[in-house]
């Protein structure tokens, strides 16, 4: 039981926690914990000098036992009433700060995880072979996306501009994205950095990885289908990445670990998690189109864990760094009304999507808002939230 006023249902209860990075008018940003319509000052609350930094980095790199003890710490103060008198000063009102970028962004890297949303684009732009690659089902395909524009939630996206060539033109033009789309992930997030040459093995996931954040991963598929052969994604990713401003950690996260799907393939050793912890998780994402739901991706279903991620992402000998942000890739689940992008909503243009209002999408026009927003089962029976990240379209420069 807690001495605070909870409102029911809340999605940020004792068992969830989350930290950000806040401000309010005229002070400097500094960590904060989101405890139902509040924010907790953690800077003033403990005096430590680690969360008035502003960014979660240096409490990060304190590393799981240093955020195991925090958390029973905060637990206790909110529990037991001989705390209020010290810990109320410190709350403050959710809707009265400004949410930063919770965490400066190390490397970042996305990978490509869900089967089903794999499966769609390879009918698309493959449809005379095999919907999956060779490879797709032996290791978790990724590549290296660009850390200096990952964005906290609310940034504006400004529409790129790019070369584009569709098959049948004869020649590139350049100008803005006709296609661009969204692409709703669950990011994680590195506390404890690794040693150059020293493999991240499965069962290491929880030392070094802090917690999960929700990213949309914004793309321009005219820019992208036209530059990524042969070296993958690049400028159609690269012009802005937005992420939740409250950092879940993984401590919130036991009740909705899973098994994840059923493997078709046999593992290698470093990817084979049969024996060890499962670490799927029952995250259930939702997709809103201008306030519209347009789209309910299970994360349940993604084939590789962020554990199996993690391990691929360091079984040569690369090291982690405090800070790291690695995504899912985009989560589809087999329904129609269950596609994380409007590529695979719309199926590549050929199948608009009709709004609530009558209005019909394929690709996001300038002035729309696409907002994400994820739940979880938390220890307490109900919900945890991982809060939003949202993003308005703004016209070409
Ligand atoms: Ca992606």
Known sequence: MTWLDLPPGTGFGLDNLPYGVFSTPGTAPRTGVAIGDAVLDLAAATGDRVHATGSLNAFLALGPRAWAELRARLTDWFTDEAHRGAVEPHLLPRSEVTLHLPVQVAD????????????????????DSAPLTPNWEHLPIGYHGRAGTVAVSGTPVVRPNGQRKTPTDDAPTFGPSQRLDIEAEIGFVVGTPSQLGTPVPLTAFPDHVFGVCLVNDWSARDLQSWEYVPLGPFLGKSFLTSISPWVVPLAALDAARVRPPARDAPLLPYLDDTDAGPWGLDIAIEIRLNGHLVSCPPFDLVYWTPAQQLAHMTVNGASLRTGDLYASGTVSGPATDQRGS????????????????GTTRTFLADGDEVTLTATAPGADGGRISLGEVTGRIQPAP
Do not use: K
């Not at 990978?111 to 732009?125: D, Q, W």
């Not at 409007?342 to 209002?357: Q, S």
């Open 342 to 357: 409007f590529i695979e909503l719309c199926w590549n243009g050929t199948e608009p999507l009709t709004l609530a209002d």
């Open 108 to 127: 970042y890297v996305d990978f490509y995880s869900s089967r089903h949303h794999a499966e769609n684009l390879g009918r698309m732009f493959r449809p």
